[in-house]
């Protein structure tokens, strides 16, 4: 099982490189001069040289890149041209408020989409079913800015429950950190929620026809049981897999949601940067991003290992 | 009788699958349910299991275990039996057994089920009846996972799972279709050991004529979800008396005598929408004559031995034809 895990690592290993070959070249096909963006300003060609040099431009790509991935590998992704911060401290600060969000819509989308996916799929073609499936294909379908909108309306505007934006750590204070996040957390989360549900309700269709769940009631185990046990253990493979790379795309997809509740994290920090070419930043959260997703999947491809008894032993 | 089913019906929507059956079975006796794919025996079996609860299934009948009513038409009517005093196996052993649990857990599921025993205590019972089927090394393959084990391995395991609450009564479906000749010998002895051991009483449900010879003390022919000759194994191999059952025996070959192509039923077992009106077996049946268009009764031929024809006994009515 090591033996795989290693391979898995290994793997990963090239991929990684070949993004950063990708990341550094897209920044360099991107239309504006960041050096122009720097000089302010100032047009004088002997200084734009200048910034030229000490930025190390003039230098041949593959020199730029190797300088640049020997930085990367030591935690240094650059500065930033606009604030002139190092790029791995501006990333450090605002990934956790960018995780804390994920964290809180995965668990919202769990705590929804499972249970209403076994559900809807142990009462398949009854009235709960559909009205399950209507409800997740909704949350699939309604645009995350359209329905963040509408709570910030309706939650904070008119009823006033809820703050509308902005940002508390949980450590400082945890109810007003929750407060905060709830909102934009549900936003994320629902679209999340309507697909776990529907490959759940799926999965467990699939499993819940398997011999194996006959034996199980067979053996005069309860039928509560039988679904829970027998059914969910083998339908939750698939489920944990997916769920591990939707995280993936749930940080993508936090983008717009920070923006709609103007949270600092990543997504804001990546957005202002693109906006204001500052092409370190970028590049740097486009890493991170790209390595992040890469883990998540193989920590998808370990768990899906270590839940399945006929890889584990091999 | 241990198990007595009156007048069984199971419809699948508006499809009537099994029609009018009974079944009975005494402590300690082997009765062998026969009949082509379609014929109606294994849905027979899972609805005296309760294990039928798909939705739109409609089970009607009376029936009676060991001298109690069992109410078959509802799923949870045989539940508190289920596993414990009426236990059965499949014919797929590769694929009745949850990949995702060990084996001795699964075993030791049954135990815990139905008596209240401390996990110990029920991983010892587990213990105790893998080593009575036949399975080496039971500790380590307590330990094992399902896919670590043989088809007949997991037979076995099935076999001790189905008995590790000592049943009255165990229905075997098909039990070693799936598996080698070498290996299904070893499973049919060891169902007829433990038989005899415990005075269980068995329900074999089976299409291979050779199979039930060997096994069943009674015998019932299905066809096409009715019961079509039922009696003990010698009247029904030695005198068969419904035409079907004549079909089946021609198609055995045999070892001795001269050489002669196998006979067959001509057709197939017509699908439940399409039924023929009267007796069923009357579109194939070489006999077949106007009066076959009304329902013939199953009526008793000798004693035990019954048969749902309406020219039965064969010789008397024919001949030399039969």
Redesign the interface.
């Known amino acids: 099982m090591l033996n795989l895990f290693l391979r898995r690592v290994l793997v990963a290993i090239p991929t990684i490189l070949l993004i950063s070959v990708f990341v550094f070249a897209l920044q360099k096909l991107l239309p504006g001069d960041p050096v122009l963006a720097m000089a302010g300003e100032e047009r004088d060609p002997v200084a734009l040289a200048a910034i030229r040099e000490q930025l190390g431009l003039n230098d041949p790509l593959p020199v730029q890149y190797f300088r640049w991935l020997a930085g990367a590998l030591q935690g240094d992704l650059g500065t930033s041209l606009r604030t002139g911060q190092p790029v791995t401290q501006l990333i450090v600060q605002k990934l956790p408020v960018t995780l804390q969000l994920g964290v809180m819509a995965l668990l919202i989308a769990l705590v929804i989409g499972i249970p209403a996916g076994i559900i809807s799929a142990v009462r398949k073609g009854t009235v709960t079913d559909y009205a399950a499936n209507m409800v997740a294909l909704s949350g699939m379908s309604i645009p995350n800015f359209w329905l963040g909108i509408m709570l910030i309306m309706l939650v904070s505007v008119r009823w006033q429950l809820l703050p509308a934006s902005g940002y508390v750590p949980p450590t400082q204070d945890f109810v007003q950190s929750m407060r905060t996040m709830i909102m934009p957390a549900f936003v994320l989360g629902t679209g999340l929620a309507g697909a776990l549900m529907r490959h759940t309700r799926s999965s467990m269709l699939g499993v819940l026809k398997q011999d194996y769940v006959r034996t199980a009631r067979a053996k005069g185990v309860p039928e509560r049981r039988v679904v829970l046990k027998h059914a969910f253990r083998n339908a939750l493979t698939p489920i944990v897999t997916l769920t591990a790379l939707l995280f993936g795309e749930l940080i993508a997809g936090a983008v717009l949601t920070e923006q709609i509740f103007t949270i600092p994290g990543f997504g804001k920090l990546v957005v202002d940067a693109v906006f204001t070419r500052d092409y370190a930043v970028v590049q740097g959260v486009v890493m991170v991003t790209a390595v992040g997703f890469i883990l998540m999947n193989l920590v998808a491809d370990m768990l899906y290992i270590l839940l399945n008894p006929r890889l584990r032993s091999a | 009788m241990l198990l007595r089913v009156e007048d069984l019906q199971v419809a699948f929507g508006a499809t009537q699958v099994i029609s009018g059956v009974d079944l009975a079975v005494a402590a300690g006796e082997t009765l062998a349910i026969v009949g082509e794919s379609g014929s109606g025996k294994s849905v027979t079996s899972l609805a005296v299991?309760g294990?039928l609860?798909a939705?739109g299934v409609r089970i009607a009948g009376r029936a009676e275990f060991d001298g109690q009513p069992l109410d078959l038409t509802r799923p949870g009517g045989t539940?508190?039996?289920?596993?414990?005093q009426i236990?059965?196996i499949?014919q797929?052993p590769m694929?009745?057994?949850?990949?995702?649990?060990r084996i001795g857990d699964q075993i030791a599921?049954?135990v815990l089920?139905?008596r209240s025993v401390s996990e110990v205590e029920a991983k010892g019972r587990a213990l105790d009846i893998m080593r009575k089927v036949g399975i080496s090394a039971p500790e380590r393959r307590m330990r094992q996972?399902p896919?670590?084990l043989s088809g007949g391995m997991r037979q076995r395991v099935?076999i001790a799972?189905?008995l590790v609450n000592e049943p009255q009564l165990l229905i075997a479906d098909e039990p070693t279709t799936a598996l080698d000749v070498t290996i299904q010998a070893q499973i049919l002895d060891l169902i007829s050991r433990l038989q005899r051991d415990r005075g269980m009483a068995v329900v074999f449900i089976t299409h291979d004529l050779g199979v039930v010879a060997q096994v069943a003390h009674r015998v019932a022919v299905m066809y096409a979800g009715r019961i079509a000759e039922t009696g003990s194994v010698a009247q029904v191999f030695d005198d068969p008396q419904h035409p079907y059952t004549i079909g089946l025996l021609g198609s055995i070959p045999s070892l001795t005598g001269p050489r002669t192509r196998l006979t067959t039923v001509p057709g197939s077992v017509p699908s439940p929408a399409e039924m023929p009106q009267g007796c069923r077996f009357s579109t194939r049946c070489p006999f077949a004559q106007p009066k076959c268009a009304q329902q013939p009764l199953l009526r008793e031929i000798a004693a035990g031995h019954r048969a749902a024809c309406h020219f039965a006994p064969l010789e008397l009515n024919f001949g030399a034809a039969a």
Request: proline share 3%; glycine share 6%.
């Open positions: 299991m294990l609860g939705k539940a508190k039996l289920r596993g414990d236990a059965m499949f797929e694929t009745s057994l949850n990949p995702a649990f599921e049954a089920c139905h996972y896919h670590e099935m799972m189905a």
